[in-house]
């Protein structure tokens, strides 16, 4: 599937139009090879465009896209940038893979400026899928138990290839008390469906489901810098 079309993208892409022509710089938190952060860009004309990246493979891929990156560990790391520096930040499917994720809010947080924005999507520990197998004993999606495999799982077989990181898990509540504790107040709460699997009527329970955000496959958040 290609990026533009991944759900998620195209919420992501929907929600920062309305700051189209008002965005000076941004910064992804998470960049990898700079696709999506330059549809990003191209959506809300930004003059300048940053990226981090824990790759650096990915990081100079993302600069020869012309995306100023910087290859840093969002666990530990300071973010290379001064305070009050950017306008809008986006870290998308990037919280479920860090180990600490304050860090990264943390950062995020000091590098905005007053009545800045922070993006965020990530998978739903609550959705109405993993709500479902739980019930059988299932293990959830995107809540990962071993590095070489994939356990207890239903249909993996097709779906997943191996393990990808999965290791912070959230829920829509938690996501929206963590940035609240990091100084950010929610302005937006959507649910996106996942992009799995082929069969039609799955995918239409999904799109439904996806229309209470607490229940659907993917999260994102619009949240404000709040002083």
């Not at 700051?19 to 998470?30: I, N, Q, S």
């Not at 994720?101 to 943390?106: E, G, H, Q, V």
Request: with cysteine; hydrophobic share 45%; aromatic share 10%.
């Amino acid at each position: 599937m290609r990026s533009s079309s991944i759900p998620r993208v195209v919420k992501a892409l929907q929600m920062v139009s309305m700051f189209a022509g008002r965005v000076e710089r941004m910064v992804d938190l998470g960049c990898s090879n700079g696709e999506i952060t330059l549809m990003l860009k191209e959506e809300l004309g930004a003059s300048e465009v940053y990226g981090v990246d824990i790759n650096e493979r990915m990081v100079q891929l993302a600069g020869q896209r012309g995306i100023k990156a910087y290859c840093l560990d969002l666990n530990a790391d300071s973010l290379s940038f001064p305070d009050n520096f950017a306008d809008i930040a986006f870290s998308l499917e990037v919280m479920e893979h860090l180990i600490n994720p304050d860090n990264m809010l943390k950062e995020a947080h000091r590098v905005l400026r007053s009545g800045g924005y922070l993006l965020i999507s990530t998978p739903n520990l609550a959705s109405w899928v993993n709500r479902i197998f739980f019930l059988f004993g299932y293990q959830p999606y995107n809540v990962e138990v071993s590095t070489e495999t994939m356990v207890g799982v239903a249909y993996k077989k097709g779906v997943f290839r191996g393990p990808t990181g999965h290791i912070r898990p959230f829920t829509l509540r938690a996501l929206k008390e963590l940035l609240k504790h990091h100084g950010f107040r929610t302005v937006k709460a959507f649910g996106v469906p996942g992009v799995n699997p082929k069969n039609c009527f799955f995918r239409l329970l999904d799109r439904l489901f996806s229309l209470k955000a607490s229940l659907a496959r993917r999260l994102i958040i619009l949240a404000v810098k709040s002083e």
